[in-house]
């Protein structure tokens, strides 16, 4: 059902709204020619998050989390960083769901709270994917390696870097079948991941080659079920448990991350105000279910202790990395190393193919808005953004510095840098929702007719905000014990930069904090109600879906 402007309002009912302070682009949606193609579809939206989101926070990134906080510490901290990935995105489903245009988290920034902080908020977002693609080729470089070190690492860097391109060239509606293929040859790994918590399971009482009843053994002094992060260097066992758990918060932040990007594809979504909270819903609860289900069973089979866990810039990126691998290997179980190798190289592939695109779909809406040169603003007759996506591919070169550092620091220096970056963007979308509730609340709006309303507002933003915070501020505590130079700058680096991407544009342009009772919450709204029932009426004029067809567009 079409979203019904009536219960908001018109777009000539609005005489309070300033267009000419607040409007700087917002609310114009580009010309056709220069338009995205609404072609993604809700289970290619979930997909190409899956996409993004799940990877090397899981398969390796877990292993780090476990030797620092122990196998309770990272189910607790996975389970809290999830609950606050959940927030964000139903409050990010809320606004998108409303005003699915093609700009953004910057649009939604510069709409409801302030066009300088929207300015801030796209750049960041998309030094996040400039930063996150290369390392996702490195690490497929990596993984490559584990079969024949023969060929060069940079000649694996070089055709991963051309795939991923040329698959984003080919049009929305091609990239998004590809990706949703692609992702689905992933699902096959999540069957197998499923496969592989039962296996863990089944380890774990005691249904292995050694016929050890594990239990929680690993739970106990001397592996667990807290760790003792840098003990040797606070002499401190409570203060050592407590870093070891507050070390998982940073790592699950990490791997959450990437849920976010379903806010860039609204622009090309179908139907967007009812596939978008689908999408959402589905993407959230199947990552929760492996990342919860996934660290709790590694807690019960892997020892924190143990030496061949992964732990960043002291291990090779790789299936010999992953926790999964060092548990099947401690009781002797040595034929899953290639199937898991394989299916890293495919989980970082199409996180990969994922990030280039939001990361040229992001420069776009920058561009859109006047906030970046125009040229990048310019798509093919298929609707791809070719300025943007090169620009974007260019950035992959990054993925060389490995000739002159090793694989592990650079693979943490991503992590930190990708993490901020992710950080401010969610603290970011809780606070243009924050704006976003207030104005609805005082120009007398219901969240009742929305066509998404978001559970356990307002304060559920609020909380999500301050918590992300939090996290974000003292997550680089380990870079003083004692101070590394690298590591500091990159953990905090993205937090200046942040700050002078919006004082900077809010100087230059004498931008203010839009007040409440201003925000525009009519413009704009009536094209995308004729859009989706044009949508509407194309798909009745189809006929009745069969059961296949029901079932396929549910997956």
Not at 39 to 57: D, E, N, P, Y
Not at 183 to 209: R, T, W, Y
Not at 416 to 440: D, E, P, Q, R
Request: aromatic letters at 14%; charged letters at 15%; glycine letters at 10%.
């Amino acid at each position: 059902m079409a979203f019904n402007e009536k219960k908001i309002g018109r777009e000539n009912d609005s005489p309070s709204v300033d267009h000419d302070s607040y409007e700087d682009g917002a609310f114009i949606e580009p010309e056709e020619k220069d338009s995205l193609h609404r072609g993604l579809k809700a289970r290619q939206i979930s997909m190409i998050a899956l996409g993004g989101a799940v990877g090397t926070g899981l398969i390796i990134g877990s292993g780090t989390a476990l030797q620092r906080g122990g196998p309770l510490g990272i189910l607790l901290g996975y389970s809290f960083v999830g609950f606050v990935c959940y927030l964000v995105m139903i409050a990010l489903g809320e606004m998108a769901a409303f005003l699915p245009h093609k700009k953004g988290f910057a649009g939604y920034a510069t709409r409801f709270v302030d066009p300088a902080l929207g300015f801030a908020v796209g750049y960041n977002y998309l030094l996040k994917y400039l930063i996150v693609t290369p390392n996702n080729i490195n690490a497929a470089g990596l993984v490559v390696q584990y079969w024949t070190r023969s060929v060069h690492i940079a000649i694996w860097m070089v055709i991963f870097i051309a795939f991923i391109f040329v698959i984003n060239l080919l049009g929305v509606r091609v990239f998004g079948e590809l990706e949703f293929w692609f992702s689905s040859l992933k699902g096959e790994f999540f069957v197998a991941l499923i496969g592989l918590l039962l296996m863990g399971i089944i380890i774990d009482l005691g249904g292995n080659p050694k016929h050890d009843r594990i239990g929680f053994r690993y739970w106990r002094a001397p592996d667990g079920p807290m760790g003792s992060y840098l003990l040797s260097r606070v002499h401190n066992d409570s203060l050592a448990i407590f870093l070891g758990f507050w070390a998982t918060l940073t790592n699950a932040l990490f791997a959450y991350i990437g849920t976010e990007l379903i806010g860039v594809t609204v622009g090309e979504a179908q139907n967007p105000r009812k596939n978008i909270p689908i999408a959402i819903r589905r993407t959230f609860w199947r990552i929760l279910i492996f990342y919860i289900g996934g660290v709790f069973v590694i807690g019960l089979v892997v020892p924190r202790t143990d030496d061949t866990l992964f732990v960043a810039t002291k291990s090779k990126t790789g299936a010999a990395a992953s926790p999964f691998v060092v548990a099947s290997t401690l009781v002797g179980i040595k034929v899953l190393n290639h199937v898991i190798n394989a299916a890293i190289l495919i989980f970082v592939m199409s996180a990969a193919n994922s990030d280039l695109y939001i990361g040229s779909r992001t420069l776009y809406g920058l561009a859109v808005e006047g906030k970046a040169p125009a040229i990048f603003k310019k798509v093919t007759k298929g609707g791809v953004p070719l300025p943007s996506m090169l620009l974007c591919t260019a950035f992959c070169g990054l993925v060389f510095l490995n000739v002159s550092s090793s694989s592990a620091k650079v693979f943490g220096w991503f992590v930190n840098l990708v993490s901020t970056f992710g950080a401010i963007t969610w603290m970011s979308i809780c606070y243009a929702h924050i704006s976003f509730m207030k104005a609805l609340a005082l120009q007398g709006k219901s969240r009742d007719d929305l066509p998404y309303k978001a559970p356990f507002q307002p304060w559920g933003s609020w909380f999500a905000f301050g918590a992300t915070l939090i996290i974000t501020i003292f997550k680089g505590f380990d870079t003083f014990i004692p101070f590394n130079t690298a590591n500091f700058v990159t953990s905090y680096v993205g937090i200046p930069v942040f700050l002078i991407l919006w004082a900077g544009y809010k100087i230059v342009y004498r931008t203010r904090v839009i007040p409440p009772r201003d925000v525009d919450l009519v413009s704009g709204i009536r094209a995308i109600d004729e859009e989706e029932a044009r949508f509407v009426a194309d798909e009745k004029a189809k006929g009745p879906r069969s059961f296949g067809r029901k079932l396929w567009d549910s997956m």
